[in-house]
């Protein structure tokens, strides 16, 4: 494993959508999942539950999904809402920027929407990655939990990147979380939150390369009193 600092792995990490058939054994996920739980969580009640799936488990919940998905395109009701309803200023021209990056590496037009709906379908074979991760939470838990659970994906993101291992966090698997739990038999108790492609990254492919813009520091950040 190559050493690679934190700023490294902070700069070097982007969402990965397009994977080579390279398979991810099962130590490797989970030295990655044990090395993650060491993430810090409000009164250390690590509120995380991730099932992994590869090969034909992972292709029977892919298959359920795009099932579903040609019956009612629009998805189940998503345990929580993906974005508020009316996303505001300055959030929705930064949603659109991003589509808009993606689409023009991909050369997929505006008015191209079954280009666009095939595209928003790779989500769910998890971008050809052969590993997918479907995290849940309990629904005993509350709203702060959820920070909890970001710490955690961004830790195991990290530690996949250290391992040369190239990841996609995906919140489209929330949409179809009623076909989920029935496929994978989760509990009703479990609120499925995201899914993480997890694989080795097609290096070529354009859609690897985006790049996605952040905020300037003096856009979120208010140093009071230094
Ligand atoms: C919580 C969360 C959910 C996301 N959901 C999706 C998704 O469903 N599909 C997708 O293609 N990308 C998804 N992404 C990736 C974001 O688009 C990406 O992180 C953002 O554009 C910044 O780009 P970068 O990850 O390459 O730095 C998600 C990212 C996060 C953190």
Same mark, same amino acid.
């Given at each position: 494993?190559?050493?690679?600092?934190?700023?490294?792995?902070?700069?070097?990490?982007?969402?990965?959508?397009?994977?080579?058939?390279? @398979?991810?054994?099962?130590?490797?996920?989970? +030295?990655?999942?044990?090395?993650?739980?060491?993430?810090?969580?409000?009164?250390?009640?690590?509120?995380?539950?991730?099932?992994?799936?590869?090969?034909?488990?992972?292709?029977?919940?892919?298959?359920?999904?795009?099932?579903?998905?040609?019956?009612? @395109?629009?998805?189940?009701?998503?345990?929580?809402?993906?974005?508020?309803?009316?996303?505001?200023? @300055?959030?929705?021209?930064?949603?659109?920027?991003?589509?808009?990056?993606?689409?023009?590496?991909?050369?997929?037009?505006?008015?191209?929407?079954?280009?666009?709906?095939?595209?928003?379908?790779?989500?769910?074979?998890?971008?050809?990655?052969?590993?997918?991760?479907?995290?849940?939470?309990?629904?005993?838990?509350? +709203?702060?939990?959820? $920070?909890?659970?970001?710490?955690? $994906?961004?830790?195991?993101?990290?530690?996949?990147?250290?391992?040369?291992?190239?990841?996609?966090?995906?919140?489209?698997?929330?949409?179809?979380?009623?076909?989920?739990?029935?496929?994978?038999? $989760?509990?009703?108790?479990?609120?499925?939150? $995201?899914?993480?492609?997890?694989?080795?990254?097609?290096? +070529?492919?354009?859609?690897?390369?985006?790049?996605?813009?952040?905020?300037?520091?003096?856009?979120?950040?208010?140093?009071?009193?230094?």
């Amino acid at each position: 494993m190559a050493e690679l600092s934190v700023t490294d792995a902070m700069l070097q990490r982007g969402s990965v959508r397009a994977y080579t058939d390279q @398979p991810v054994p099962a130590d490797l996920v989970n +030295e990655i999942l044990e090395l993650a739980s060491h993430a810090p969580s409000g009164g250390n009640v690590q509120p995380w539950k991730i099932y992994a799936v590869t090969g034909a488990v992972k292709d029977q919940l892919s298959q359920a999904v795009l099932a579903k998905a040609a019956e009612s @395109p629009s998805g189940d009701k998503p345990d929580i809402p993906v974005y508020p309803n009316g996303l505001s200023e @300055p959030w929705r021209s930064r949603r659109y920027a991003c589509g808009e990056l993606m689409y023009t590496a991909l050369e997929i037009g505006r008015e191209d929407k079954m280009g666009r709906f095939e595209q928003a379908a790779k989500n769910m074979v998890f971008f050809g990655a052969p590993v997918g991760l479907i995290i849940t939470m309990d629904r005993a838990l509350c +709203e702060s939990q959820m $920070i909890d659970i970001g710490i955690f $994906i961004q830790s195991l993101l990290l530690l996949a990147q250290e391992r040369g291992l190239a990841s996609c966090p995906q919140t489209s698997w929330s949409m179809w979380s009623g076909v989920i739990r029935e496929t994978m038999d $989760i509990p009703e108790n479990e609120m499925v939150l $995201i899914g993480i492609a997890l694989g080795y990254a097609a290096a +070529e492919a354009p859609i690897n390369h985006l790049n996605q813009a952040r905020a300037q520091l003096s856009d979120f950040a208010d140093l009071r009193g230094f």
